[in-house]
């Protein structure tokens, strides 16, 4: 099994910063991808960044300038930095992976962890 663990969110004031972390582990061969993506109340969930294994990094409109995505495969982790937090940016963050296993390439998610900006 594949299990991804969420952790860095909390309260902050906007403009300030926040560091999410997620780890996969399990069994798994590589993992193609790892990315965040958010879901306020009442919407859909929504891509914020990605990182593929090859190094290709994607943002949304919303955070480009304002959030970084970083991946350090020797731990299985993923990290998004963000700042310049605004009050839109109040979301469950939810970190996402599609690994690979004996012959095929699975998506798993993590429970999601919450980001709330305050004025």
């Known amino acids: 099994q594949v299990q991804l663990v969420e952790s860095g969110g909390g309260l902050v004031q906007a403009g300030g910063s926040l560091r999410l972390s997620c780890a996969a582990s399990g069994s798994f061969l590589s993992i193609n991808v790892m990315g965040w993506y958010r879901q306020a109340p009442g919407k859909q969930r929504e891509l914020v960044a990605t990182f593929t294994r090859g190094g290709i990094t994607n943002y949304a409109d919303s955070v480009k300038g304002r959030f970084t995505i970083s991946r350090d495969n020797a731990k299985n982790t993923v990290y998004l930095q963000m700042n310049s937090l605004k009050l839109e940016d109040t979301d469950v963050y939810y970190c996402?992976?599609?690994?690979?296993?004996?012959?095929?390439?699975?998506?798993?998610w993590g429970q999601g962890t919450q980001v709330t900006v305050s004025s």
């Open positions: 996402q992976s599609q690994v690979v296993r004996i012959g095929v390439a699975l998506d798993y």
